[in-house]
């Protein structure tokens, strides 16, 4: 039968999953990229905590729920905050992708923070094999960043990549399939929003949700004067009177607010040239930098670096999905990549 095949060979092959402290990215060899969702979990604590919604539902419950109903991200910093939660997390958005667990054990690759600590390794792939994965493979973000941006690993020439996810930011240095050096930071698009969340509060005396602050990241962040002004609205609650009210923000505004994070991305990327070999550093004054993730859509990050390190800066085709490929890519070439992998 066509759809028992269909099953068997999704568990025949594989599944790469770019489990982020934002959004969940899940890769099969047969259809590519199957799942996008964010990492967000809605719980009903009346009910022993029983899972109400997973990803876009619950995300679009943030706060809109009573007390009873709780809507968390269990990952935090690029790792698993909360065992329980991510496992059923992880349950939920494989057997979106493959519903049938009676054909086998699908092989899994995760990619997981560089500075990622053993314990925390053994977080994720114990998550792994409880929603029924086989064998688990971890590769670094960096590494699956760099290939899924297609940059020459395999080369003795270094490259550099910068991935700036929701949790950490992975600065590294590549060559001959090895990272030569890595430098994780967890400050990321996370604590870029926080940043607005307080610039707001302090300067407006406004309260606002972190999903709202990420909005506005989005629409008028920025790291470099922009050639026009950015405007945004938003809504927010009065710390004085408790009530709703509206102010208008710029990108001017913004900018003051993201110059913390993205002044400590700068120091880890001067930090990681100051660590390397004078070999290197002229490999990667050749080659530029390439940024990957979602925090490199900011705009005007490019020019900032640029202005920063001196160096050409690049940005990967599709920085989003840039992991998750990358990661797929070295698990549908195993046999010939196993050597970038942790375990």
Avoid at 5 to 28: P, Q, V, W
Wanted: charged residues 20%.
């Amino acid at each position: 039968m066509p759809w028992v095949e269909k099953i068997r060979s999704y568990f025949g092959s594989h599944i790469a999953m770019d489990l982020g402290t934002a959004n969940t990215l899940i890769y099969t060899k047969e259809t590519g990229i199957v799942l996008d969702e964010p990492s967000v979990v809605a719980l009903n604590s009346k009910n022993g905590g029983a899972v109400l919604a997973v990803g876009k539902k619950a995300k679009e419950m943030y706060g809109r729920t009573p007390e009873s109903i709780k809507t968390i991200r269990p990952m935090k910093d690029g790792v698993i905050a909360d065992f329980d939660v991510t496992n059923a997390m992880i349950k939920y958005f494989v057997r979106s992708v493959v519903p049938n667990s009676l054909f086998g054990q699908p092989t899994m690759m995760v990619c997981v923070p560089s500075g990622i600590t053993s314990v925390e390794m053994k977080a994720v792939i114990d998550s792994s094999r409880q929603c029924g994965a086989g064998k688990v493979y971890l590769i670094e973000e960096p590494m699956a960043a760099a290939i899924g941006s297609r940059l020459p690993i395999q080369e003795v020439s270094g490259s550099m990549v910068i991935d700036i996810g929701g949790g950490t930011t992975e600065v590294a240095m590549i060559s001959q399939f090895a990272i030569s050096y890595s430098e994780s930071l967890r400050m990321a698009g996370d604590a870029m929003d926080e940043c607005i969340q307080r610039y707001v509060r302090r300067e407006f005396g406004l309260g606002i949700g972190a999903f709202e602050a990420e909005r506005i990241k989005i629409e008028v962040g920025s790291a470099w004067p922009m050639s026009e002004p950015l405007e945004a609205e938003v809504t927010g609650i009065d710390s004085a009177t408790g009530m709703p009210r509206v102010v208008t923000l710029t990108d001017s505004m913004i900018r003051d607010a993201l110059d913390s994070p993205v002044s400590a991305i700068v120091e880890a990327i001067r930090l990681a040239l100051s660590k390397s070999s004078p070999e290197l550093a002229s490999d990667i004054r050749k080659r530029g930098i390439v940024l990957a993730g979602g925090g490199s859509l900011l705009k005007g990050l490019g020019a900032r670096l640029h202005y920063e390190t001196g160096l050409p800066i690049y940005r990967a085709k599709d920085p989003l999905k840039a992991i998750v490929k990358g990661t797929g890519y070295v698990l549908d070439h195993l046999s010939d990549l196993k050597k970038v992998c942790l375990n």
